[in-house]
Structure formats: structure tokens, C-alpha cells
């Protein structure tokens, strides 16, 4: 087989396991997603197993990501992203950037809080690796990092280890909406201010 061909499907195995685990999905949760069984996940996941169409397409559904980029094809000179949003519940997630690999940028939007605290469950905090940025752009954004709790409003941001239990959502009855960067290797994202 050629090299170049060998080296690509290799690089694939690696794609697939920071796709799912960028967005916090077991082998489990795939393989009822997509119906391939999770041995084939891990065997795809681990290299043992060649990918092919049949099985990269349910996976690039699934994750929401370009076949192309799974595949690591070159790059068309369109610099364009075609945002699809995401539905998770009642927030909308709008993917700002593309690939199965590196920094991933999305606008999120938010509902309202509930008018009565108690009409909502307490919120489940959430663990998982990686580096998580946000920087508010409408609203109050509540984010609650392990036993401490933030309000952030307009202009405001937080960068926080995702290893830390954490949870956001709206602080008002007006919703929110905010940009958010994730590093799923847990890079970190700097601002250095201009020089005047």
C-alpha cells in the first residue's frame, strides 16, 4: 500500500478518539448512536481496524464534523465554516470552527433561568479533560467551578482546567449567549494585550 495512503488511514484512529471524547461520549454512547458496535469502535479508535465509508459516515453524523476532516483531506481553499447548529436540550450550540483535532471555538446560546430556583434540579457539575474559555457577549453567565460560583456579564470571560467539576448556564430569566474555546489535550488560550 502506498505510504502516504498508510499514514493517512493511521492518523484517522486518532481523529476518531478526540472527536468523541471532545464531546464527552463513551464507546457505549456511540455504538447506540450509530449501531456499530463498540469492539469496532475501539479496534477504529486503537488502529487495529481499518476505517471505511460505511463506517466513517454514521461517525461523522454523529459528531457533527466534516468526513473530509476525519479523513485529514487537504484543505479546499475555502476558508468558509458552514455553522450547523447543535441542539443540546434547550441550548443551541453553534460550532465556529472545524476539525477532529486542536482548539474548537462556539457560540452558545442559552435559555433563562427558571423565575422560581426551586422549579429547576440543582445543577450536575461535570468532569472531563481539557481547557475550557469563555468570554460573554449577551446576559449573565452563572458558572459554577467546583465549591465556587461566578456571575459573568457582558464582556467578561473565564478560563478554567475542565478536570475541575464545573457548570454554566444563564444567571437571568433573559438567557445568555457567550463564545467558548475548548482544548480537548488542555491547551490554554491567552489574550496578550495590544501595545499602545
Do not use: C
Not at 493517512?8 to 468523541?20: I, N, P, Q
Not at 444563564?170 to 489535550?185: H, M, Y
Amino acid at each position: 500500500m502506498d505510504e502516504t495512503l498508510e499514514n493517512t488511514l493511521t492518523a484517522v484512529a486518532g481523529r476518531l478518539r478526540a472527536a468523541r471524547t471532545q464531546r464527552d461520549l463513551t464507546l457505549a454512547d456511540v455504538a447506540a448512536q450509530t449501531g456499530i458496535s463498540t469492539s469496532t469502535l475501539s479496534r477504529l479508535e486503537s488502529g487495529q481496524r481499518r476505517p471505511t465509508l460505511e463506517l466513517l459516515l454514521p461517525l461523522s453524523r454523529t459528531y457533527n464534523v466534516p468526513l473530509d476532516d476525519l479523513v485529514g483531506a487537504p484543505a479546499t481553499g475555502d476558508p468558509r465554516v458552514h455553522i450547523r447548529p447543535l441542539r443540546r436540550g434547550d441550548r443551541t450550540i453553534l460550532p465556529l470552527s472545524h476539525g477532529a483535532s486542536g482548539l474548537h471555538a462556539f457560540k452558545h446560546v442559552l435559555p433563562g433561568a427558571p423565575a422560581h430556583p426551586g422549579a429547576a434540579a440543582a445543577p450536575r457539575l461535570r468532569v472531563h479533560p481539557g481547557h475550557e474559555w469563555f468570554y460573554v457577549l449577551r446576559g449573565q453567565l452563572r458558572l459554577l467551578l467546583g465549591d465556587q460560583e461566578y456571575i459573568l456579564g457582558p464582556g467578561e470571560a473565564a478560563e478554567f482546567d475542565t478536570r475541575t467539576p464545573h457548570w454554566f448556564g444563564s444567571a437571568t430569566a433573559d438567557g445568555v449567549e457567550f463564545l467558548g474555546i475548548f482544548g480537548p489535550s488542555g491547551q490554554r488560550m491567552h489574550i496578550t494585550p495590544l501595545e499602545d
